[in-house]
Every structure is written in structure tokens, then in C-alpha cells.
């Protein structure tokens, strides 16, 4: 059963302004609960959508749950990876759109599928690939790369102050039998960090929880698609057009607000200085402060707590 529930949907809904006759991207699919509510407003009028996603699984669900959008040609649902995104507005013959969203990290059907080795509440084979078609998994990581690399992945995109002794143990671990599953890796990391520290029943945070987000963030090359998406797809959202963008991490976040900055103001010229080198602005950042979930929000779905959403909309 594909269970998801949309985070930020009203605000989502709310940012992207969406105009009944436009044409609109959701760079990623998932359980299709964004999408949905996008469709149902473009249904009144000429507009479509295109919605994007790399797990095979996603796209085989939500096609089918919104079966009928595809049937009257409200959605074209593409199988890729979202830093692709202008590849799929070419194959499509589509030169501008209205608004794009990201709603970035792993779906709530990804962690709750236990096969797929995103969880580490769940025993399975160290996998964690959003496309099954990548030939690189946890397991080969854990089990092959050497220790300096696995400590520059935790540190680096877990921000973990024990990756180097987590490292360290992995490695020591795999030579007296191989690592197979999450819960020999969460063992191991557990046995890496101080005893107070390591997580129980009753805590509410598993020490694990860094070390599976690096490991999932490398696999994915999360951090590098979105930098090259937001770069390719500002230049082809029309005049008032938005885009939306949901990250999960202080990682994902910085980017995203830094990209934004940039689209915003791309003067390269010493301050206070006439600016001659020529970068014109291509929109504004909507609102300053990022977009949280609520209080209502976060005790209907927890895993909306940490959600932040940027917007950028579109200059003339």
C-alpha cells in the first residue's frame, strides 16, 4: 500500500498560484498527494501537469491512483531523475512553464517499505537506491569502500561528530563477516558512540539517523541534483511563475537558499561599486523566512517537523 501524506499541502498550493490554464511540473512524483491537489485545480481549465520521479514503485502506484488525469491528458507522469528535468519539458515540446515543485529527500512510501533499506526501524538489505536501475548500494559502500571514504560520506552528509569512530568500526566489523542488513549497521553504529548516548526505547531520536541519511544522500547524489536542476529549470518558468522547494536537512536547505539568493541578486561587482558585470536578477525570493509546518500539522504527521519550504518566483 502506497501511504503518503503530502507535506505543506496547503501551503504548497497556496505558493504556486496556479493559473487553471497552465502547465506545471512536480519534480517529484511520490505518492502523488501534491500532485492531486494541483490537478484538481487544473482540471477547471486548459492546463496540465508533468509529474517526474525515479522509483519505478511511485510511478506504477500514483499512475495508477490517478488514473483518470492521465486518461482526459491532465498528467504525463515521466520515469527520471528530476535534474532531468529539461530533458523532459524538450521531449515534450514545452518551453515555459507556470511552476515547478521539489519536494526533496525519501517519500514516506520508501521509508515505510522495509525491503528498501531506507529505515533503520526496519531489517533489510542495505539498499537504499530511489532507482533501482544504480548499480551502487549501502551494502557495497559499507562493505567495499575504504575507511577514510566512508568517514568523509558520514561526516559530510550526515554532519556526524562520530563518523570517524563509526568508520572505524564498520570496517573492523565487515572483516570478521560482511554487512548485510540495516540492523547490522545500526548495531555497529551504536557500539561506535558513547554509551549515553546510544539510543533505547523511549528516546526519541536513533543515533543511526545521521549515518543513514549520508549514506542515502551519496547514493542518490541528492545534494548534486538539486543544484543542477533549480540552475536549469529557472530559466524556463514564464514571468510570475514559481518555484517551490521542500528540503528535509540543513544540507538540502542551504543550497536551495543559497541558489535562491543568487537567482535573486547575481551581481558579482564589489559593493558599493557600479555594477558592470552585466548578471541581471531573475526574480525575488518570496518570502524571507522559510515555510514550516504547524503545530496541527506536525502532531497529524511528525514527519513533517523538520520540513522547510523556499519560494522563488519568477521576474519579467
Known amino acids: 500500500?502506497?501511504?503518503?501524506?503530502?507535506?505543506?499541502?496547503?501551503?504548497?498550493?497556496?505558493?504556486?498560484?496556479?493559473?487553471?490554464?497552465?502547465?506545471?511540473?512536480?519534480?517529484?512524483?511520490?505518492?502523488?498527494?501534491?500532485?492531486?491537489?494541483?490537478?484538481?485545480?487544473?482540471?477547471?481549465?486548459?492546463?496540465?501537469?508533468?509529474?517526474?520521479?525515479?522509483?519505478?514503485?511511485?510511478?506504477?502506484?500514483?499512475?495508477?491512483?490517478?488514473?483518470?488525469?492521465?486518461?482526459?491528458?491532465?498528467?504525463?507522469?515521466?520515469?527520471?531523475?528530476?535534474?532531468?528535468?529539461?530533458?523532459?519539458?524538450?521531449?515534450?515540446?514545452?518551453?515555459?512553464?507556470?511552476?515547478?515543485?521539489?519536494?526533496?529527500?525519501?517519500?514516506?512510501?520508501?521509508?515505510d517499505e522495509g525491503d528498501r533499506g531506507f529505515s533503520y526501524n526496519h531489517d533489510a538489505s542495505l539498499d537504499m537506491r530511489m532507482d533501482k536501475e544504480n548499480d551502487l548500494t549501502c551494502k557495497t559502500i559499507v562493505n567495499t569502500f575504504s575507511e577514510n571514504e566512508i568517514y568523509h560520506i558520514i561526516r559530510d552528509y550526515g554532519e556526524d561528530n562520530f563518523a570517524k569512530n563509526i568508520a572505524k568500526h564498520i570496517v573492523k566489523n565487515r572483516e570478521i563477516k560482511p554487512i548485510e542488513t540495516t540492523f547490522d549497521l545500526v548495531q555497529i553504529i551504536k557500539e561506535a558512540i558513547p554509551a549515553k548516548l546510544r539510543w533505547s526505547e523511549g528516546k526519541s531520536k536513533n543515533p543511526a539517523k545521521r549515518t543513514f541519511q549520508a549514506f542515502r544522500i551519496y547514493i542518490n547524489r541528492e545534494l548534486e541534483v538539486i543544484d543542477k536542476a533549480l540552475d536549469s529549470i529557472v530559466d524556463r518558468i514564464d514571468a510570475h511563475g514559481r518555484i517551490c522547494v521542500i528540503s528535509f536537512n540543513s544540507l538540502e536547505d542551504k543550497i536551495v537558499k543559497d541558489k535562491f539568493k543568487l537567482f535573486e541578486n547575481p551581481c558579482t561587482c564589489p559593493k558599493g561599486y557600479p555594477c558592470v558585470c552585466g548578471k541581471k536578477s531573475k526574480g525575488r525570493l518570496v518570502y524571507r523566512k522559510v515555510i514550516v509546518a504547524s503545530e496541527n500539522e506536525i502532531e497529524q504527521n511528525r514527519r513533517s517537523k523538520p520540513a522547510k519550504m523556499r519560494v522563488f518566483e519568477k521576474g519579467e
Open 1 to 111: 500500500m502506497f501511504n503518503h501524506i503530502p507535506v505543506l499541502l496547503d501551503e504548497v498550493i497556496e505558493c504556486l498560484q496556479i493559473d487553471k490554464d497552465g502547465i506545471y511540473v512536480d519534480a517529484t512524483l511520490g505518492g502523488g498527494g501534491h500532485s492531486e491537489k494541483i490537478l484538481e485545480k487544473l482540471s477547471e481549465g486548459k492546463g496540465f501537469l508533468v509529474g517526474i520521479d525515479q522509483d519505478e514503485d511511485a510511478i506504477k502506484a500514483t499512475s495508477e491512483r490517478l488514473k483518470k488525469y492521465i486518461d482526459d491528458k491532465k498528467l504525463i507522469v515521466v520515469k527520471t531523475n528530476f535534474e532531468n528535468i529539461v530533458n523532459v519539458l524538450d521531449s515534450l515540446n514545452i518551453e515555459k512553464i507556470n511552476g515547478v515543485l521539489f519536494d526533496l529527500g525519501v517519500s514516506s512510501f520508501q521509508f
